[in-house]
T-cell receptor, first 114, second 115 residues
C-alpha cells in the first residue's frame, strides 16, 4: 500500500542554519503531498502542499518540490528560527479516490538553538 | 480559512468509564471525517474514517466496539471511548475533509488520560 518515509530525528540546528528534512513516498496512483507541523500539545497545521509533479509548495519560508522521478518531497528552509521548533510530518493523499485518506510519515522533531 | 473544533482538549477519566470527543467543522461541510491516535513522540495512526449517515470504516486492529464513532450531521463527528482503560490514554486528533475539494483540516487534539 501507499507509504511515506521521512528522515528520522531529532534534528538540532542553530538559528539561521539551513534546514532539509527528507521525505520519500510510495504510491500506486498520483498522490497529493503535504507537510504538516505540530507544535507541542497541539494538533496539526498544514504547512504546505503540492498536488502534481514539479509543483513547489511554499509557506513561511519553507519549500518543498514534488519530484515524481525520485518520489520525493523534501522540506527545506534557508534560515531557521527558534520558533520553527516543532515536529514535522510528511504525508500523502490519493487525490484520485473518493475514499482518500491521509497517510503520515513517522515525523521529524526539529529543535533550533538560539 | 477552514476551522475544525475539537472538544474537549484535555480529559481525565476513571478506568471503566466512557468518554466522548467531539469534532466539528465550523465553516464548511464534511461528509468525511477521520480519527487518529498519536502515542508520545510517534506519528499519527488512522483509527477510522467517519462517514455522515453511514457506519464508520475502521482500520485493521481497531476495536469497533471500543471506539464508537457517530457522524450524524455534515458538521459533527463524535468518538466515544467505551470502558476506558489506562492503555487507552493517548492523544486523539480528528480531521475533516472539505466536501468541495480534497482539503483536510485538523482539530487541535484531545489528550485523554485514564486513571
Amino acid at each position: 500500500g501507499d507509504s511515506v518515509t521521512q528522515m528520522e530525528g531529532p534534528v538540532t540546528l542553530s538559528e539561521e542554519a539551513f534546514l532539509t528534512i527528507n521525505c520519500t513516498y510510495t504510491a500506486t496512483g498520483y498522490p497529493s503531498l503535504f507537510w504538516y507541523v505540530q507544535y507541542p500539545g497541539e494538533g496539526l497545521q498544514l504547512l504546505l502542499k503540492a498536488t502534481k509533479a514539479d509543483d513547489k509548495g511554499s509557506n513561511k519560508g519553507f519549500e518543498a518540490t514534488y519530484r515524481k522521478e525520485t518520489t520525493s518531497f523534501h522540506l527545506e528552509k534557508g534560515s531557521v528560527q527558534v520558533s520553527d521548533s516543532a515536529v514535522y510530518f510528511c504525508a500523502l493523499s490519493d487525490r484520485g479516490s473518493s475514499a482518500s485518506k491521509i497517510i503520515f510519515g513517522s515525523g521529524t522533531r526539529l529543535s533550533i538553538r538560539p | 480559512g477552514a476551522v475544525v473544533s475539537q472538544h474537549p482538549s484535555r480529559v481525565i477519566c476513571k478506568s471503566g468509564t466512557s468518554v466522548k470527543i467531539e469534532c466539528r467543522s465550523l465553516d464548511f461541510q464534511a461528509t468525511t471525517m477521520f480519527w487518529y491516535r498519536q502515542f508520545p513522540k510517534q506519528s499519527l495512526m488512522l483509527m477510522a474514517t467517519s462517514n455522515e449517515g453511514s457506519k464508520a470504516t475502521y482500520e485493521q486492529g481497531v476495536e469497533k466496539d471500543k471506539f464508537l464513532i457517530n457522524h450524524a450531521s455534515l458538521t459533527l463527528s463524535t468518538l466515544t471511548v467505551t470502558s476506558a482503560h489506562p492503555e487507552d490514554s493517548s492523544f486523539y486528533i480528528c480531521s475533516a475533509r472539505d466536501d468541495l475539494g480534497y482539503g483536510y483540516t485538523f482539530g487541535s487534539g484531545t489528550r485523554l488520560t485514564v486513571v
